[in-house]
């Protein structure tokens, strides 16, 4: 939700202590489920609803089933054991029978359960000794006097919120009502007339009364459709706009390939370019020749060979006197786009230069001249390269490397060093294809399939501490056979001291370990100059093995290491790992990923790890990704720029996500400035919701 950022905060923006019966420690454990204001608790949408009409009498539970029941607490008690830790139990009766609800791990129940109360509880039947229930769903009816407690158990439907430690669901629901009688007149209707009647929706109040206070389960659920359509509708209708900006922009440049400089480059190159990278690059080049400019995204898995095609399209930008420049998220890659091209693009008699933050002043000063004079052509660099007073002569092209890891601020900012400069995004991060097109709907889309010729399968490995000799064995054959190995450590903002120690300590080891080998060491604290020094003796095989943190993770590519051992793969996500992995496998050579893994198969991060183990397809493992962690951390604002999806689930929420797209594109269609009178609604929920984005409205 929106927030209002002035220091004096009331009505819906009202911090939520000051909500009645909410108070300071509430609104902590209420923060950490993202509710802050009063609006966000009032969106606070329930995960399930609990129908009580459907509650079973103990006698009737069969073994195996689903199934609620309300009853009274006639024995409590706590127990611990070796095998599963903390058990909470209590007993419950309803005259017909008694039922055994277990909680493992939460000692923080123990002191809730009093014998007597009332209580609801639902969840899976099983049996053990009696009928029982394991980590159920519960709620302590409250019967007492207060009338203010008893309101809240009038209807028949429960909803179940989305539990947060320390918090009850009946303490969200107490200050619910409170929030609905004192606030709820304040929430503007969010959607127009004609979307309402047209899906039958309910009001925005009705809908937040039917979510909380449902007086059946079909009122909840068309409530929760109805902020899932909304959420995605003002989604699609930011990509409708964004579309319709990029179509207005008539005037790009025409930069049709001229081949006298690209012929030759092809010469230079040590392989023939495979079907699929031509394939791509026929479609970068219509765009590039078209008057309009080019807006595309290039899709290819790790190692498939993107960079050549980026540097060849930048070269046709050359043929048409313009300059191009390529940015890359790390100085590692940048560093190595650098090195890698610029004595090729010299034969070709084009100059070219490295801008990241660590260029030193001097150099930085010299290169920013000749960039303004177009004597340097081709500029590769970090987000160093979009600082301000970076001028180019005529930038005709600007690409992104491993776009994911940069903003839309960042974009932007590399666009606007031209005047509708092509552009060009490449990332080896896949996005399941329906997601494509309503997260880049504004971006053409290439796919480089296929990998160059030759390359083998990686063989991926999960191992455990305990087989490290046999790993060292390993490590030593393969250096013996001249390839050169990968250690990665992890290393994450939150413990980078640790962390760093870790890597150092290991890299101190490997050395003593391998005192016959050539070890080097190389993370994000050391200077530039230092690191460029210790990649280059990678690079040149004067180092056997590299002990690294993850500053390798995107791109960087030496083709003669073929090992990678990698320390802790459980602190990784699955495509962390895959990028990760990806910095082997990329010559005619087998390829090994070793991952030393936690002890103990019951670890939780041993489902993702076997899946790791055994999948290699970036595609398969962006899904698994997004089962895991869910669209919210894959697709984080980061990549696509686009607000996080509270409400609605990219997957589950699909037909609903293709309504709200074929809606908010017709809109835009029939009323670009949202003008009518009609739109005004949806107007001044959209500039409410993205106050960062109002420009989008002025474009049509
Ligand atoms: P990515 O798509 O991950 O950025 P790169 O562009 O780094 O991949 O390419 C990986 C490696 O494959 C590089 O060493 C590159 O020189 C090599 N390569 C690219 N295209 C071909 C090809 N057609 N034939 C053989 N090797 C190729
Ligand atoms: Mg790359």
Redesign the pocket.
Known sequence: MTKNKTAYKTGLALPIQYLKNIGPKRALYLKRIGVETIEDFLFLVPRRYIDRTKISKIRELTTGQHGSVYGKIIATGTRKTKAKGNIVRIVVTDQTDILEAVWFNRPDLKSGFKTNQPVILSGNVTYYERKQMVNPFYEIITEDSDSDKSFVYTGSIIPIYPLTEGLSNWEIRRPMQNAINSYLHLIPESLSHSILNQYSFPTIKNTITNLHFPKNLIDAQIGQERLKFEEFFYLELILALRKLAQSCQQKGYTLPEKGFITSKFLKLLP????QG?NKVLSQIKADMAKPTSMNRLLQ?D???????IAVYAMLIAIENAFQAALMAPTEILAEQHYLVWHDKLKELGIDSCLLTSSTKTAQRKSYLADIQTNKIKIIFGTHALIEQDIKFHKLGLAIIDEQHRFGVMQRAALINKGINPDFLVMT?TPIPRTLQMTLYGDLEISVLAEK??GRKRIITRLTTDKERDKIYKFIQDKITEVRQVYIVCPLIEESEKLDLKAAIKTYEQTSKIFAQFRVGLVHGKLKSSERINIMEQFRRHELDILVTTTVIEV?V?I?NATVMVIEHPERFGLAQLHQLR?RIG?GQETSYCILIGPDSSFAPAMHRLKFFEQNDDGFLLAEKDLEIRGPGQLLGTRQHGLPDLRFADLTEDRALLFKARDEAFALIDADPNLSKPENQIIRSTFLSKFKDRTELLRVG
Not at 271 to 274: A, G, H, N, R, V
Request: net charge positive; hydrophobic share 30%; charged share 15%.
């Open positions: 392989f023939q370019l495979t990278q290819g790790v190692g498939s060979g993107k960079t050549v080896a160059p010729p791109g590519d083709a990806g990329r």
